[in-house]
T-cell receptor, first 115, second 112 residues
Framework: EAQVTQNPRYLITVTGKKLTVTCSQNMNHEYMSWYRQDPGLGLRQIYYSMNVEVTDKGDVPEGYKVSRKEKRNFPLILESPSPNQTSLYFC??????????????FGDGTRLSIL | SQQGEEDPQALSIQEGENATMNCSYKTSINNLQWYRQNSGRGLVHLILIRSNEREKHSGRLRVTLDTSKKSSSLLITASRAADTASYFCATVYQTGANNLFFGTGTRLTVIP
């Protein structure tokens, strides 16, 4: 089954403790992206990747890192999490990043609470 | 960053009625997409309309796009309780990567 898989689905942690949210897709997609969703703000893009070893900032990249060493994986790293990063996070992918008119496939989300 | 504005923020209707949601955006687009989100779940792509298209249908969904007004609408006909969800419009710029810029969403409740 074609899917985007995120782990963990839920995480409660404390300020400053490094964490990684994994994202994996099995559709051989070139483009992957991370979003955060906050009440009243919709979804905002954090980082995106056009292909392996190619990443770029979205609208709200501060406090986050990403890497794209393999095509299928696009982990989101919070080196020193803070309470304002408490949010619902989504990973998404599409076949190409340089071609428009392609829908994105979303994971089920990761709910992070940082105390 | 560009984000769409959606109207209304919340909508409650009876099963069988039609639901209309509107989306406005700010700059020129390549396409506009509608996504659905069930509570606590990921977004599911519903329909994509290109900037040179004015109307598109998919099952009970009808999407219109007016680029002169920078607005779009999503019509769900003969609604069902299972249509209860949040609906988001998202735009893609004419140039650059296939990045989505989302509106704030409309929360639809269909009462059985």
């Amino acid at each position: 089954e074609a899917q985007v898989t995120q782990n963990p689905r839920y995480l409660i942690t404390v300020t400053g403790k490094k964490l990684t949210v994994t994202c994996s897709q099995n559709m051989n997609h070139e483009y992957m992206s991370w979003y955060r969703q906050d009440p009243g703000l919709g979804l905002r893009q954090i980082y995106y990747s056009m292909n392996v070893e190619v990443t770029d900032k979205g609208d709200v990249p501060e406090g986050y890192k990403v890497s794209r060493k393999e095509k299928r994986n696009f982990p989101l790293i919070l080196e020193s999490p803070s309470p304002n990063q408490t949010s619902l996070y989504f990973c998404a992918s599409s076949l190409r990043g340089d071609t428009h008119n392609q829908p994105q496939h979303f994971g089920d989300g990761t709910r992070l609470s940082i105390l | 960053s560009q984000q769409g504005e959606e109207d209304p923020q919340a909508l409650s209707i009876q099963e069988g009625e039609n639901a209309t949601m509107n989306c406005s955006y700010k700059t020129s687009i390549n396409n506009l997409q509608w996504y659905r989100q069930n509570s606590g779940r990921g977004l599911v792509h519903l329909i994509l309309i290109r900037s040179n298209e004015r109307e598109k249908h998919s099952g009970r969904l009808r999407v219109t796009l007016d680029t002169s007004k920078k607005s779009s609408s999503l019509l769900i006909t003969a609604s069902r309780a299972a249509d209860t969800a949040s609906y988001f419009c998202a735009t893609v710029y004419q140039t650059g990567a296939n990045n989505l810029f989302f509106g704030t969403g409309t929360r639809l409740t269909v009462i059985p």
